[in-house]
């Protein structure tokens, strides 16, 4: 596993990039996390401050890696969630996939419930009582060097397992995720998908942020020419 990285930070809020196999907050375990990460960063900065906010307006699974906001104030944290509600904050991903998908391009419209059980998620074609709306974008992006699919796939909607789950629906489990049912081998605590790009608004500056991370230079993710 690598180690985190800041990408952006100020008084408000920091980009993060988290890798895969570290959780984002704190479970109450001894698992390590994003947030106790930042919060060490956080003391070794400011040694003289006796207390720090850290709040997340996100969420990517332990297995995911890729970007994440971190909210440095209650209001900065507000502001953000109502971003994300009023979806207004656009978050693109990068997913290897088993199959192809029916089409180069496309937009699924499923119905997604969690199963709190099985820490699964329960996709259905049509809407039934207790599930709730879930969308994505995808995009073909090409074939890799050791025969996956490549689809850049954009979040309408921000369910548990949402990406994962909607494209096993579908037929084309992302590479590693045997919690979905995928047969190939990925990487050690580790799927297929990764967390590419993100566009916000600053909370307190009104600015356009726009943030992005290079795909890896293996041959997982290299596009087979």
């Known amino acids: 596993m690598t180690i985190p990285q800041i990408l952006f930070e100020d008084y408000y809020l920091a980009v993060l990039y988290k890798p895969a196999g570290l959780m ?5 375990s001894e698992n390590s996390s994003l947030q106790q990460w930042y919060l060490k960063h956080l003391m070794e900065k400011f040694p003289t401050h006796k207390s720090f906010y850290i709040g997340f307006p996100h969420r990517l699974d332990r297995v995911t890696e890729g970007m994440m906001i971190a909210a440095k104030t209650k209001t900065a944290l507000s502001e953000l969630n109502r971003q994300f509600a009023e979806k207004k904050i656009n978050k693109i991903y990068h997913a290897l996939t088993e199959q192809l998908l029916p089409h180069k391009q496309g937009t699924f419209i499923d119905y997604h419930k969690k199963n709190n059980q099985n820490r699964k998620a ?11 709306r ?9 074939t890799t060097i050791k025969g996956h699919y490549l ?5 309408l909607t921000g369910r548990y397992h949402q990406i ?6 579908h037929h084309a489990p992302i590479v590693g995720d045997v919690l979905y049912d995928a047969s190939t081998v990925y990487q050690q605590n ?7 790009n993100l566009n916000f608004i600053h909370p307190k500056s009104q600015e356009e942020m726009h943030y ?4 890896p230079q293996n041959d ?5 020419s």
């Open 151 to 155: 689809y850049k796939i954009e979040l």
């Open 134 to 142: 879930a969308e994505l974008n995808y995009t073909f992006v090409g």
């Open 212 to 215: 992005s991370i290079d795909l």
């Open 190 to 196: 580790a799927i297929g998908l990764i967390a590419t």
């Open 24 to 28: 984002v907050e704190d479970d109450g």
């Open 164 to 169: 994962r789950a909607l494209l096993a629906y």
């Open 220 to 224: 997982f993710w290299k596009i087979n």
């Open 122 to 132: 329960i996709i259905h074609k049509n809407n039934k009582e207790g599930f709730a």
